[in-house]
């Protein structure tokens, strides 16, 4: 009955989440998500802030019960195509796109991965890594099973190759595989649709993509992170050496008039977080955050700023950095900035620039607000028209929203967010027409 199931749009933490509390309740729900695993972008942390705690020992658990979980059908690698009707019974089209292996056979073993000679970068280690043509985005990734990058694969761009058809014992290779329309009807919608990274490389004054040693947060997340490229171990893009200082620069692209206006809400305490991670790595390892003003309002983040300080070398400079440039001797970023005590402009030399990026709603929420018929608020985030009252409550009845793709907010915040959208929507579907 389709009064009894929900879907919902986004495989990230928001998007698992309300899937568990609603599935838990007696729903059937649809997960939808765009790319070959759920778990989103958290899956690409290291740890998460303010306890550190390993950020896949959190999300691993979720993922698995999601797979398992007899009242939730996974539609990975699939993109909701249209929406029709209205509360209580949405008539929805998916299109589960083809991965060229056959989900039923293939056992996870990982052979065809491993024989095929093709690399490319890789997306999941914003590009400091490579994967393979035919990959799991991940090593934990749900489901455990392969996808073919059509766009890069030899054999479909020239009719050669089928290494990993010849070494799949399970006969799992299928390059006739179609996409599949897959029809469904629910009674509610919730649109977990996540964000994505704002793109540092047309901000010149900072250097990205001209000095080497200049990379983004995300990619120093992959970095430190011991399942990473790097197996945990930080290295320098121009020359492989362990830093001994890092540069943070807070609001890159966010709060910014040129830009994006907002604040992404996150990254004063993701930069001290990747600091603290640092000189836990390496003890002599200093670190120095510029930011604009220190946005830690959660529960006990100003005690985390003051550990940073305190125990772990991290050092907070309250300035807006107008520049990064390079020494040509040893490539080591200069970071000019504006010491606003003393009111005169100054710099400072370390090994390694981290930026911290806006972040911005996902390109999917564009998409999928036009096929709900949503309207967008001045920075593209979805609207809500009640934030006081109705939290989640888009203006469309049946339709909510929780995570990112409404507000910049934390991982908890977008919990907490997804279970209050769970518990509306089986509120709506409970009182009846």
């Not at 389709?2 to 838990?24: E, H, P």
């Not at 070959?36 to 740890?47: E, N, Y």
């Not at 024989?115 to 455990?144: D, H």
């Not at 998409?367 to 009640?386: A, G, K, M, R, V």
Request: glycine fraction near 6%; proline fraction near 5%.
């Amino acid at each position: 009955m389709a009064k009894k199931s929900v879907l919902v749009i986004g495989g990230g933490i928001a998007g698992i989440q309300s899937s568990l509390d609603l599935a838990n309740m007696g729903f059937q729900v649809y997960l939808v998500e765009k790319t070959p695993s759920i778990g989103g972008r958290m899956s690409q942390l290291d740890k998460t802030f303010p306890t550190n705690d390993c950020a896949m020992c959190i999300l691993a658990p979720k993922m698995i019960e999601a797979s398992r979980h007899p009242n939730i059908k996974l539609l990975t690698y699939s993109e909701v195509e249209e929406v029709a009707g209205g509360f209580g019974k949405f008539k929805v089209k998916i299109r589960e796109k083809a991965r060229f292996v056959n989900e039923e056979k293939c056992t996870g073993c990982g052979i065809c991965q491993e024989k095929c000679p093709w690399k490319v970068a890789s997306e999941f280690e914003m590009g400091l890594g490579q994967r393979k043509v035919i990959y799991t985005p991940f090593p934990q990734a749900v489901p455990n099973v392969p996808v073919v990058d059509r766009e890069n694969c030899v054999y479909f761009q020239k009719g050669k190759c089928r290494a990993c058809e010849k070494f799949c014992e399970a006969g799992a290779i299928d390059y006739d595989q179609k996409d599949e329309i897959v029809e469904v009807e629910v009674g509610a919608i919730i649109l977990a649709s996540g964000f994505d990274l704002y793109d540092p490389s047309g901000l010149e004054e900072y250097g990205y993509g001209k000095v080497k040693n200049v990379i983004t947060a995300m990619q120093y997340e992959r970095m430190i992170s011991a399942s990473g490229p790097t197996e945990g171990h930080l290295k320098r893009p121009s020359d492989g050496a362990t830093p001994k200082s890092l540069a943070f620069i807070q609001c890159v692209g966010s709060r910014d008039t040129r830009h994006k206006l907002y604040c992404s809400s996150v990254c004063c305490m993701h930069a001290t977080k990747e600091a603290i991670l640092a000189n836990e790595h390496y003890p002599e390892l200093k670190s120095y955050i510029f930011y604009t003003d220190m946005r830690a309002v959660g529960k006990r983040f100003r005690e985390y700023i003051a550990r940073a300080e305190q125990e772990y070398k991290v050092t907070y400079i309250r300035s807006r950095p107008s520049e990064v440039t390079e020494n040509p001797d040893n490539g080591d970023p200069i970071v000019w900035y504006e010491e606003t005590t003393a009111r005169a402009r100054t710099s400072m030399e370390v090994d390694m620039v981290v930026l911290c990026q806006a972040l911005i709603p996902s390109a999917s929420t564009k998409e999928i607000s036009d096929i709900l018929h949503l309207s967008l608020n001045d920075y593209q985030f979805i609207n809500i028209p009640d934030r006081l009252f109705h939290p989640v409550d888009t203006e469309i009845p049946g339709i909510f929203a929780c995570g990112f793709c409404q507000e910049p907010q934390d991982i908890p915040d977008s919990v907490v967010q997804a279970s209050a959208a769970a518990a509306r929507a089986a509120e709506f579907m409970s009182k009846g027409d």
